[in-house]
Structures are given as structure tokens and as C-alpha cells.
């Protein structure tokens, strides 16, 4: 069972693909994509956090917009620059917080 922070995680998903409707199977398969692409998220990126208003979180709704449609592989090409300028963002902050330097 989902947590409260993942209840309100697929509600926000929800209300961003227009899904106004309640059905427990279809909230069930929206999970399992939400899950999975937190998994394929930060499988790219490191480190995420999807329950504020982050850029990660923006990247999650649009992965699920395209799982829905099928369309995987496009969300990747698509977002690329943003999830490299995440990946460059990590490797920066992870750089100055392990005290190599300054940028």
C-alpha cells in the first residue's frame, strides 16, 4: 500500500494528465508507472526528490505522460538536455560538497 506522500504524489499525476476520474485498477497501473519511472529517473540522475517542486518532478509527470502513450523511448530523446543538465547539476553540487574545489 502507498504511503500518504505517494497518495499525493499519484493525485498530482493525475490532475496533470486530466484524470478526473476514480478507478482503483487504472490508479493501480499509473503507480506502477510513476514507480518506474522514479526508478528510471534516478537510474539517470542520481538522487531525486519527486514530493517537492523540483525539476525531477516536472521530468516524472512528463515520463508518465509518455508511458501512458506508449512512447518511452521518445520521453528520453526529448528530455535529454534537461536530465544531463541534472546529471551535471549532481556531479557539481557533489563536487563542492565533497570540498574538491569551488565553481
Do not use: H
Not at 517537492?52 to 512512447?71: C, I, N, P, S, W
Amino acid at each position: 500500500m502507498a504511503d500518504d506522500k505517494d497518495k499525493a504524489l499519484l493525485a498530482e499525476v493525475k490532475n496533470y494528465l486530466d484524470i478526473t476520474w476514480d478507478d482503483a485498477l487504472g490508479e493501480q497501473k499509473l503507480m506502477g508507472m510513476v514507480q518506474r519511472g522514479i526508478a528510471a529517473i534516478k537510474g539517470k540522475i542520481g538522487e531525486c526528490d519527486f514530493y517537492g517542486e523540483t525539476q525531477e518532478k516536472a521530468l516524472l509527470f512528463d515520463y508518465v505522460m509518455y508511458a501512458r502513450a506508449g512512447e518511452i523511448a521518445d520521453f528520453w530523446d526529448n528530455y535529454k538536455p534537461e536530465i544531463i543538465s541534472l546529471q551535471v547539476s549532481r556531479k557539481v553540487d557533489a563536487y563542492v560538497e565533497n570540498g574538491e574545489g569551488t565553481v
